[in-house]
C-alpha cells in the first residue's frame, strides 16, 4: 500500500533542522509510523533527507489524501 498525504502546515521549521522541510500545499507520498520513544504516530515522507532531527513530522502537518494499494 503507498500512502500520500498534503502538507497543511510547514511553519515552525526547527532552526537546527538539516534536511528536506516539506511545502504547505505539496502532497507526498508518505507512510506512518509509531515513534519508538512515544509511540505516537508520525509522518515520514518518502524520499525525504533529514540529518538532524530525526527526519519525522507530527501527523497534525498532513492530511490524508490517497491510499493505493499495489499488487
Same mark, same amino acid.
Not at 15 to 42: C, F, M
Given at each position: 500500500?503507498?500512502?500520500?498525504?498534503?502538507?497543511?502546515?510547514?511553519?515552525?521549521?526547527?532552526?537546527?533542522?538539516?534536511?528536506?522541510?516539506? $511545502?504547505?500545499?505539496?502532497?507526498?507520498? +508518505?507512510?506512518?509510523?509509531?515513534?519508538?520513544?512515544?509511540?505516537?504516530?508520525? +509522518?515520514? +515522507?518518502?524520499?525525504?533527507?533529514?540529518?538532524?532531527?530525526?527526519?519525522?513530522?507530527?501527523?497534525?502537518?498532513? $492530511?490524508?489524501?490517497? $491510499? +493505493?494499494?499495489?499488487?
Amino acid at each position: 500500500m503507498q500512502q500520500y498525504a498534503r502538507c497543511v502546515d510547514a511553519t515552525r521549521r526547527p532552526h537546527d533542522h538539516i534536511g528536506d522541510w516539506p $511545502e504547505r500545499g505539496a502532497v507526498y507520498s +508518505v507512510e506512518y509510523r509509531l515513534n519508538a520513544r512515544t509511540k505516537e504516530p508520525q +509522518v515520514h +515522507v518518502l524520499g525525504f533527507y533529514a540529518e538532524q532531527p530525526y527526519g519525522a513530522f507530527a501527523t497534525r502537518r498532513f $492530511e490524508p489524501v490517497a $491510499e +493505493v494499494w499495489l499488487n
